[in-house]
T-cell receptor, first 109, second 114 residues
Framework: KNEVEQSPQNLTAQEGEFITINCSYS?????LHWLQQHPGGGIVSLFM???GKKKHGRLIATINIQEKHSSLHITASHPRDSAVYIC???????????FGTGTLLAVQP | DAGVIQSPRHEVTEMGQEVTLRCKPI?????LFWYRQTMMRGLELLIY????????DSGMPEDRFSAKMPNASFSTLKIQPSEPRDSAVYFC????????????FGPGTRLTVL
């Protein structure tokens, strides 16, 4: 079993829909990263959080440390949001990220 | 401010050849990470440096892989000899200080070994 699990693995949505991607982890963590990777592209950091909620534009990330769970929400989705979204955690007192397998999102116009 | 810079962006080589990937971290960042991404295994940490010193190389697949950081603004990842199974995208990332700090990724080098 992977230490970081994401769901769903694949997601297709219509433009304008509200999207939720989930991340569960089994290790103690100090922080969690949400990353975005467009097809054939580089990796961009969206959020890093260790508690509560963060918002940036149409993106919202939440984390529940007790439940070992985080969600990434996209409001008013757009085709340009189509990408792979990767959850990664810093396990305990470490500088090393543990990665989930990613969620492939396709937003259709 | 420039982000993490990697070169080359694409590399095609033949099995047995030496490959050198290069990375320039963001100025002022004292942590540098090398990752490999494949369809089968996703993103994997190969090695990371702090203040130019290798801290953890447990992810380096085998002796064919080596990494150096001769100064704060430059790092190399070398594969010698290369094999087809080394084909992947190699990312370099940097962060400031330690612990749970946001990492900034370079654009990656897509390596194809024929």
């Amino acid at each position: 079993k992977n230490e970081v699990e994401q769901s769903p693995q694949n997601l297709t949505a219509q433009e304008g829909e509200f999207i939720t991607i989930n991340c569960s982890y089994s290790v103690g963590i100090s922080a969690l990263h949400w990353l975005q990777q467009h097809p054939g592209g580089g990796i961009v950091s969206l959020f890093m959080l260790s508690s509560g909620k963060k918002k940036h534009g149409r993106l919202i990330a939440t984390i529940n440390i007790q439940e070992k769970h985080s969600s990434l929400h996209i409001t008013a989705s757009h085709p340009r949001d189509s990408a792979v979204y990767i959850c990664a955690v810093y396990g305990g007192a470490t500088n090393k990220l543990i990665f989930g397998t990613g969620t492939l999102l396709a937003v259709q116009p | 401010d420039a982000g993490v810079i990697q070169s080359p962006r694409h590399e095609v080589t033949e099995m047995g050849q030496e490959v050198t990937l290069r990375c320039k971290p963001i100025s002022g960042h004292d942590y540098l990470f090398w990752y490999r991404q494949t369809m089968m295994r996703g993103l994997e940490l190969l090695i990371y440096f702090n203040n130019n010193v290798p801290i953890d190389d447990s992810g380096m697949p085998e002796d064919r892989f080596s990494a150096k950081m001769p100064n704060a603004s430059f790092s190399t990842l070398k594969i010698q000899p290369s094999e087809p199974r080394d084909s992947a995208v190699y990312f370099c990332a940097s962060s400031s200080s330690g612990g749970a700090r946001e990492q900034f990724f370079g654009p990656g080098t897509r390596l194809t070994v024929l």
